[in-house]
């Protein structure tokens, strides 16, 4: 799927073809510079996570040592 690239895109991925796969896939997309929302959070990491974090913003949790460096790491 991902051909020569680092990782696939997303309009490359067919999740009926994961369907054994789809509890332990999470799926996150940017939303602006600074915005990093987590859009498919499967089953089982729900289950692990203890809450489904689907629509969360990972970068909304506050401020820590390295959040400029990792929202840079977009690019």
């Not at 939303?31 to 809450?51: H, K, N, P, T």
Request: glycine share 8%; with cysteine; charged share 35%.
């Amino acid at each position: 799927m991902r051909g020569d690239r680092r990782i696939p895109s997303a309009d490359d991925v067919d999740l009926r073809s994961l369907v054994e796969l789809t509890p332990y896939i999470r799926y996150m997309s940017w939303e602006g510079d600074e915005s990093l929302v987590i859009r498919v959070f499967g089953s089982a990491l729900c289950e692990a996570a203890g809450m489904d974090l689907r629509g969360i913003d990972l970068f909304s949790f506050g401020e820590y040592e390295n959040k400029k460096r990792d929202m840079a790491c977009r690019n």
